[in-house]
């Protein structure tokens, strides 16, 4: 069995949406629950995440953007930037509490305390831009994660597995001309799903040319062409991009019962491709493996794959 | 048309050199330059198809070596090879008649003249298939949603009005025949992730959303 990080704080709750809305603390709640009574907490190795450090959040999003987030929430607005995107008065602080889990499973890992790390964390982050805030992510946790593993751990090259159905624009942006982190994102084809980009001409810019990987899905695509993908296009780049650690931007809104998109793939798929990306860091960054949570809105088949992914992880 | 046109365009006279425009076209790159006479009246159109197509068959002859070529093409003027019959657009013609023009014509670009036979701008299909991505709202940050609707007045309004009530704003709105009689699809861009809602409150006033595995089937 591996030690796998199991990052969460009950503070994660406190971001709570002013109107109906499918990213709810309910989501963790249910995750956490199930977790526990299938007793796989208990087998994880619990570390609770810090407010992270300014230089750290910095080296992703801008001190204007901060300021902006902050006086929002603190005006009490309901939303940032986008009408989806909703905020209350702790959504800053929860937002950097959330890139601070996602720090916490990078630190873990780096140090070796643990071999692998799931966080637990909300607001999710693949959508959010160096300035902006959108598809109901504040702070990109992922790529603050990848950051800070560069600029204090001596990492070199960070592979970022995106998996969540929609396209993280967020986090291609942020990379598009760095070659040191590679972004791999499979998702719903951008003609029909939010947010319209991630086409598989999109390879990365300038340096950054061909550390940009999309991998559009039809609607109605599911473990098939899912394991196809992984087999196919993820392995070949991963042999040649050789990345030291995996971060995976884990969302779980591909599933066939998920409302907010139109793939198939089922519990078996998740199961398939945590294997795989287990299997490709085994191979070449020594089995680094962060994991971090985006979407996933329905909570039975949220709940269920997240159980698959963390058995997986754990490689019991 | 005056919006879309390109204002600065690159012309030579009838008697500038075949090597001359070609060199302009390399150094804007543009694969073809409208013609103009002394007072900017347009006499011709020439492309590099066109300049291409006339050094071809002296490349066949033994012996034409790239510094014969370079001397054929100094020494012919434009207006050996040019295209007489210029297919043009005006400055009151609409992007529309652009569209219609370049594809019966079978047009890449059309030089847009004013009333005194002046060029004034061009338009190629470039310019109008930017037009079209702008239309589709391609690139903007948005879900999409395709609607089947009965084909009486008021169903878009309708449809229009759920959306505003989430508050979400429609960056891009297409409506076109359906393959069923008697129906129209309205094809929505609308700035959210969020569309579970807005879905189910389409259904729930009685319209098909249409299922986005269906347009991949053959
Ligand atoms: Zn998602």
């Known amino acids: ?316 | 048309m005056a919006r879309r046109m390109k204002k600065n365009i690159v012309t030579v006279t009838p008697s500038a050199s075949l090597f001359e425009a070609h060199a302009r076209m390399r150094e804007h790159t543009v694969r073809q330059i409208p013609v103009v006479s002394g007072d900017g009246v347009l006499v011709g159109i020439v492309s590099d198809r066109d300049i291409r197509a006339a050094v071809l068959p002296a490349g066949l002859v033994p012996g034409f070596t790239a510094e014969a070529a370079e001397k054929f093409m100094k020494s012919t003027p434009v207006e050996r090879v040019m295209t007489r019959k210029v297919v043009t657009a005006t400055l009151t013609d609409t992007l529309e008649d652009a569209i219609v023009l370049l594809h019966d014509f079978r047009m890449n670009a059309l030089p847009v003249v004013d009333a005194a036979g002046k060029v004034v701008g061009i338009i190629t299909r470039t310019d109008v298939l930017e037009a079209f991505i702008d239309a589709l709202g391609v690139g903007e940050v948005s879900s999409r949603l395709e609607v089947v609707v009965p084909d009486r007045p008021g169903t878009l309004a309708q449809l229009a009005a759920i959306i505003g009530s989430f508050h979400v704003n429609i960056t891009s709105v297409l409506s076109t025949r359906h393959v069923e009689a008697g129906k129209r699809a309205n094809f929505f861009r609308v700035a959210t992730l969020n569309i579970g809602p807005i879905r189910k409150a389409i259904e729930e006033a009685g319209f098909k959303i249409l299922d986005p595995s269906q347009f991949l089937l053959p």
């Open chain 1, 1 to 316: 069995m591996k030690r796998v990080a199991w990052i969460y704080h009950p503070d994660y709750l406190l971001h709570t949406p002013p109107f109906e809305h499918p990213e709810s603390p309910e989501r963790l709640v249910a995750i956490n629950d199930h977790l526990g009574k299938a007793g796989l907490i208990e087998r994880m190795v619990p570390v609770t995440p810090e407010y992270p450090e300014d230089a750290d959040i910095l080296s992703v999003h801008d001190r204007e953007y901060l300021n902006r987030l902050e006086t929002a929430c603190r005006r009490g607005d309901l939303t940032l930037d986008s009408e989806d995107t909703y905020i209350n008065r702790h959504s800053y602080n929860i937002a950097l509490l959330s890139a601070g889990g996602a720090i916490a499973g990078a630190k873990a890992v780096a140090e070796g305390t643990v071999d692998r790390a799931f966080c637990a964390v909300r607001p999710p982050g693949h959508h959010a831009g160096r300035s902006v805030g959108m598809g109901f992510c504040l702070l990109n946790n992922a790529a603050i994660a990848a950051r800070y593993l560069q600029a204090r751990h001596g990492v070199g090259k960070v592979l970022i597995v995106d998996w969540d159905v929609h396209h993280g624009n967020g986090t291609q942006n942020i990379f598009l001309e760095d070659p040191t982190v590679f972004y791999f994102s499979i998702h719903e084809h951008p003609t029909f799903l939010y947010p319209g980009t991630g086409r598989r001409w999109e390879i990365g810019k300038g340096k950054g040319e061909g550390t940009t990987l999309n991998t559009p899905m039809a609607p109605g695509a599911g473990d098939a062409e899912y394991r196809t993908t992984f087999e196919q296009t993820l392995e070949p780049a991963v042999e040649r991009f050789r990345p030291e650690v995996i971060l995976v931007s884990a969302g779980f809104d591909a599933h066939r019962d998920d409302p907010l998109a139109d793939l198939q793939v089922t519990d078996e798929g998740f199961r398939f491709m945590t294997r795989h990306v287990v299997g490709l860091a085994d191979r070449f960054c020594g089995g680094k493996i962060v994991s971090i949570l985006e979407g996933g809105y329905e909570t039975s088949s949220l709940t269920s794959c997240i159980e698959i992914h963390v058995r997986e992880l754990l490689d019991e």
